[in-house]
């Protein structure tokens, strides 16, 4: 029996699973961030450790015959990176499985494309638009942070309906439903008492990217301000998906350009305003994949074995 083993490492939490080589699944383990700009690599050794032991504790035979490891880890963007992950991860592996180390986008892109060319845009906390061409060129949009980006995420939409709720305390901007839902949100009566308890946060945007739910709510309520803030988004979602195709693909090419993230997963909202965006568009398609990210990474260690995802596997990794 040949096993194969994913991983999908971020920004706060990281997976790795091992199935076989059909997609069934065999062991599953979790951790906490990996991504190596921030975390230092004796304390990634110890995550990863941890994770490796995991898996082998609930299959060992499994983790024994372990053939590849696809690992697709948040900021691997760089050789350096990819050199240190690799050698770390091969420390703690059976020698003979070969290991191959990607960013993380590259899971989410194939969570869709099941491992064909094509483009991902991702947007939860953060946003980023990753792709990959047929030649095997790679580029991306955006992914430049909450104080320079990041349009189109959960902290972009959050910070509007705020920014939008207090114009509306003003008098400078239109009234809003999201004045009230923001002060009933964060149990404060005082909207200044708002401003001190999110600049007192170590972390003020995990604070703030929750609001992006109230400002989901308020478009379905049909509140003008909230349906300016979502169109808005979808604006910028989809001039980063458009500024990518440019790059990588020909005009007149087909690309599938897939949705990742906690910001698509209400499909009535921004998912509905960007099919709308690209309806016009008939080179692109818009995929919302049923496998999770760690589906993505099984899909690469199944091409590192040369075994095209079929049907089997899909259904299998999408129940995972």
Not at 5 to 33: C, E, L, N, Q, W
Not at 183 to 195: K, M, V
Request: net charge negative.
């Amino acid at each position: 029996m040949t096993y194969i083993a994913g991983i999908d490492g971020g920004g706060t939490k990281t997976t790795a699973v091992i199935t076989t080589a059909d997609g069934k699944f065999a062991a599953k383990a979790s951790a906490g961030p990996v991504n190596p700009n921030v975390v230092k690599q004796d304390e990634l050794y110890e995550t990863f450790s941890g994770l490796m032991h995991d898996l082998s504790q609930q299959d060992r035979m499994a983790f024994n015959q372990l053939t590849s490891l696809f690992a697709g880890i948040s900021g691997a963007g760089n050789n350096k990176a990819v050199q240190m992950l690799t050698g770390l991860l091969k420390e703690l592996i059976p020698e003979k499985t070969r290991v191959r180390v990607e960013p993380d986008t590259v899971n989410a892109l194939y969570s869709g494309t099941l491992g064909e060319p094509g483009i991902v845009q991702i947007a939860g906390t953060g946003s980023i638009t990753f792709g990959i061409n047929a030649e095997g060129r790679r580029d991306r949009t955006g992914g430049w942070g909450y104080l320079f980006g990041d349009e189109g995420s959960g902290y972009d939409i959050g910070k509007a309906g705020i920014t939008a709720a207090l114009k509306a305390f003003d008098g400078r901007g239109r009234d809003t439903v999201l004045f009230d839902m923001v002060c009933s949100h964060f149990q404060i009566a005082d909207p200044y008492n708002l401003i001190q308890y999110i600049y007192s946060l170590p972390s003020p945007k995990s604070a703030i990217s929750p609001v992006a739910k109230l400002v989901f709510e308020a478009y379905k309520q049909q509140d003008t301000v909230a349906a300016k803030i979502m169109r808005d988004a979808a604006t910028e979602v989809m001039t980063s998906i458009q500024t990518l195709k440019a790059k990588l693909y020909q005009p007149d090419e087909k690309v599938n350009a897939v949705l990742c993230g906690g910001i698509f997963e209400d499909k009535d909202v921004l998912l509905k305003l960007l099919k709308k965006e690209f309806q016009s568009d008939q080179t692109l398609t818009l995929i919302t994949p049923d496998m999770t990210p760690v589906g993505g990474s099984i899909i690469g260690a199944c091409l590192m074995e040369n075994n095209s995802p079929d049907e089997t596997i899909v259904q299998n990794l999408s129940r995972m």
